[in-house]
């Protein structure tokens, strides 16, 4: 998960998901109810209990066949950039001046 496909990691404020990331790809990291840290890789959705803190530790739903189990939170999280900002990135960067004998 490095380069320029994923955002900087971004520390979430525990209140719910955030509107402008709703449906893009993201990397999540995360503490489960039983305090282990663990990692997905998912679209973003509101629905998702670990995004608000107030379900932390609560026996919530987690998957559509409707598993039953401790729920974590979403502690930080990398949006997956699109192609064309990251060919445009790409393009600057070999535009940019290069100082020869620094």
Same mark, same amino acid.
């Given at each position: 998960?490095?380069?320029? /496909?994923?955002?900087?990691?971004?520390?979430?404020?525990?209140?719910?998901?955030?509107?402008?990331?709703?449906?893009?790809?993201?990397?999540? /990291?995360?503490?489960?109810?039983?305090?282990?840290?663990?990692? @997905?890789?998912?679209?973003?959705?509101?629905?998702?209990?670990?995004?608000?803190?107030?379900?932390?530790?609560?026996?919530?739903?987690? @998957?559509?066949?409707?598993?039953?189990?401790?729920?974590?939170?979403?502690?930080?999280?990398?949006?997956?950039?699109?192609?064309?900002?990251?060919?445009?990135?790409?393009?600057?960067?070999?535009?940019?001046?290069?100082?020869?004998?620094?």
């Amino acid at each position: 998960m490095s380069g320029d /496909e994923w955002s900087d990691w971004i520390a979430h404020d525990g209140k719910g998901c955030p509107k402008h990331i709703i449906g893009l790809w993201v990397f999540l /990291e995360g503490e489960c109810g039983t305090g282990a840290v663990v990692q @997905d890789l998912c679209r973003a959705r509101p629905t998702r209990p670990g995004w608000d803190w107030r379900n932390f530790g609560a026996l919530v739903a987690t @998957d559509i066949v409707g598993t039953i189990s401790r729920c974590g939170r979403i502690l930080r999280y990398r949006v997956q950039q699109s192609r064309h900002l990251q060919a445009t990135k790409r393009s600057i960067a070999s535009d940019l001046p290069v100082e020869v004998g620094a």
